[in-house]
């Protein structure tokens, strides 16, 4: 398990510097087509100067695309790891859901119960504790060996 932990936190410093080396390229291109380009109209070189302009656009294109590559990866991670935290959460919120409707199925029953023996809801739940102590007392007294003596 440690190391799968190493790797993938290597694996993130890795990523990191190569996005901030490709950060660093695209903004040395970016300067150097600002520098190449007219002052009045940045989307247009000097003349003589539309290789480098060419060059440094191609530049920017293409770590952009890279970029955008690595942003898409680190997306899916996430996406993955939002999709199982929300599938956990509706897993949870099913499981109190039922649980909650039992209860009240419950609740019920010992009311109807305490209606029908014209009788307190507090004491039919007394007793029905008070037998579940007894049961579970029961059940471990018929499991407990005998112990030797010596």
Not at 6 to 19: L, N, P
Not at 109 to 136: D, H, K, R, W, Y
Request: hydrophobic share 45%.
């Amino acid at each position: 398990m440690e190391g799968t932990a190493t790797m993938k936190d290597k694996h993130s410093a890795e990523t990191a510097d190569a996005i901030f080396y490709l950060k660093t390229i695209r903004c040395n291109a970016l300067a150097e087509k600002r520098a190449c380009a007219k002052p009045d109209n940045p989307f247009a070189p000097f003349p003589g100067m539309e290789k480098d302009f060419e060059e440094a656009s191609k530049t920017v294109c293409y770590v952009n695309s890279i970029l955008n590559e690595l942003d898409k990866d680190r997306n899916s991670t996430q996406d993955k790891v939002t999709k199982s935290f929300i599938a956990g959460a509706t897993d949870n919120l099913m499981f109190y859901t039922v649980i909650i409707g039992i209860a009240g199925m419950a609740g019920v029953g010992i009311v109807a119960i305490s209606v029908a023996l014209n009788t307190s809801p507090f004491v039919i739940s007394g007793i029905a504790i008070a037998a579940a102590l007894i049961q579970e007392t029961w059940n471990r007294m018929k499991l407990k060996k005998p112990r030797k003596r010596f």
